[in-house]
């Protein structure tokens, strides 16, 4: 009986969070006290479930539905099923994940309500398309740009149960993985009382009566027991990029010949370690370009990656040291502090150019090392991206010497990636 309520107060825990302050930037970096809200990894994995929760009339549109509310009764009844009856953890995973026969039936329902409802068409339209989150399908009408958009949020949801209950289906498991051991009986139990605590409070079973529910609320909370809430930890924007993002608005762009210089994180392998020389030297690089006057702007990027959950981010460490020790101006130095591979480093960049209008019919310059370009400019390089984010974000790739590359950012960059919960 302790041990069970020891866990619900420790789930209460973890749905009473709190935002992100801009103004806790640096202490929070300093003291790894990254408290982040469920619905902020939610907006950033599964933005089209975030919204729909957001907008009353959705709810609504989508509550009144026969379908859709016998989906998630019988969802309820099966999870209870799964409390009652399984005694591991692959039992109890396949009561969380959406069913292929699921979601056919959310998929016509969706389907159905998009042609009835004006509010959902116009929901889509100026909501979810006018994201470019969903990027890939642009070519899509709306109805179908819906049902794509949930069928990607689903996948995402299947993919959380997988990675950090089955440890299975991770591209690369050595960083991103479960902190705890999935066939634990700890870990299971811990699992149990999150569903439970999730279906079983008549108050939150009235608030939560949405034909998804609970199942993003009991994933989101699997990624924060395991302390993967990496996809959070600097929303909103970071303070310390502000003062770069107020300066793009006054650049002269034909005076520089490329957009921005990209520097490659490298992580340093040990958690003693907080700057490695690799990153030492790919920054000098990056820093004698950018007093050559060939961008306005550095991006470094690289997030919490190497070694398995550490406390260093690679983009932090390289501001630091090119604000601090090479002397650049903090206001030229933009910090990409989410991707874990170089796939993400370019495409989260790309997102930055994007996002704050910078031109993007200019050349990206990015920086690293030999080996690094080596495989940037390799033909094995596109077939990784379409393993790893499904498309690639770039056109035009170049090596122009032994440590540089160019190219010109894709409007696909935009696409979410929620089968990659740490860096959607």
Known sequence: MRTKNFLIFFIACLFSFKSFSQTDFE???????????????????????????????????????????????????????????????????????????????????????????????????????????????????????????????AEGMNHIVNAYLLHKDLIYPTIDSAKYYSQSKGYFDTIKAFVENEISFPKKKKLNRFFFKPL???????????????????EPVPSINIPAFKKVKSVDWNRYQYSSILVFGSGPGK???????????????????????????????????????????????????????CGIPSNAVIIEPYARHTTTNIRNANRILIEHHFPLNKLVLGVSSKSHIDYITGEQFIKIFHRDIGFVPFTEMQRLSKCEASYLPAASSMQINSKEPLDP
């Open 27 to 153: 202490k929070q970096y300093e003291t790894f006290d990254y408290s982040i809200k469920s619905s902020v990894l939610e907006k950033r994995i599964f933005y089209l479930l975030y919204e729909m929760e957001k907008s009353s009339k959705i709810k609504k549109e989508l509550g009144k539905d026969k379908i859709l509310d016998n989906l998630y009764q019988q969802k309820i009844s099966n999870l209870n099923n799964a409390l009652n009856n399984c005694n591991d953890m692959q039992c109890l995973a396949n009561a969380l994940q959406v069913s292929d026969s699921e979601n056919v039936a959310i998929d016509n329902a969706l389907g159905k309500l998009y042609h009835q409802s004006k509010n959902i068409q116009s929901f889509v339209h100026n909501n979810i398309r006018a994201s470019h989150r969903y990027e890939l399908s642009n070519s899509l009408s709306d109805s179908l740009l819906l049902i794509r958009a949930w069928n990607e949020e």
């Open 271 to 325: 958690e003693t370690i907080s700057f490695s020389k690799e990153n030492q030297m790919r920054c000098d690089s990056a820093v004698a370009l950018f007093k050559k006057g060939l961008a306005p702007f550095l991006i470094v990027s690289g997030g919490f990656a190497h070694p398995f959950m550490t406390h260093h981010c690679e983009a932090i460490e390289m501001r630091n040291y090119m604000v601090n020790k």
């Open 216 to 234: 993003p609320d009991i994933d989101l909370a699997i990624l924060q027991l395991n302390g993967r809430n990496e996809a959070g930890r600097f």
